[in-house]
Nanobody, 119 residues
Framework: QVQLVESGGGLVQAGDSLRLACAVS????????MGWFRQAPGKERTFVAA????????YYADSVKGRFTISRDNAKNTVYLQMNNLTPEDTAVYYC????????????WGQGTQVTVSS
């Protein structure tokens, strides 16, 4: 079994930065990809960023390229999402997710952390 616990959300102003963390526990040997997704009020959940565990390749949604960075700390089994130059359009609940087999299908999800960006 795997557990994912997000932290680091909050209320910030436009232009500010936040760093989200996702602590992974359990069978971490099964990780193929770690991803971040977000769901804004009244909208579907969308992809934000992903990190291939082997090799470390990263992928981003066009809307966050150049502003967000996904990274990991292997010693802490933690994945981060550094978010810079935030805008009100980034307001959403952010979820981390773990896939054991691909970038497109995720097996485990965290509970989510709220990010609110005021103008």
């Amino acid at each position: 079994q795997v557990q994912l616990v997000e932290s680091g959300g909050g209320l910030v102003q436009a232009g500010d930065s936040l760093r989200l963390a996702c602590a992974v526990s359990g069978r971490t040997s099964t990780i193929y990809t770690m991803g971040w997704f977000r769901q804004a009020p009244g909208k579907e959940r969308t992809f934000v960023a992903a990190l291939r565990w082997s090799g470390g390749s990263t992928y981003y949604a066009d809307s966050v390229k150049g502003r967000f960075t996904i990274s990991r700390d292997n010693a802490k089994n933690t994945v981060y999402l550094q978010m810079n130059n935030l805008t009100p359009e980034d307001t959403a609940v952010y979820y981390c997710a773990l896939s054991s087999k691909s970038m497109f299908s995720y097996d485990y999800w965290g509970q989510g952390t709220q990010v609110t960006v005021s103008s």
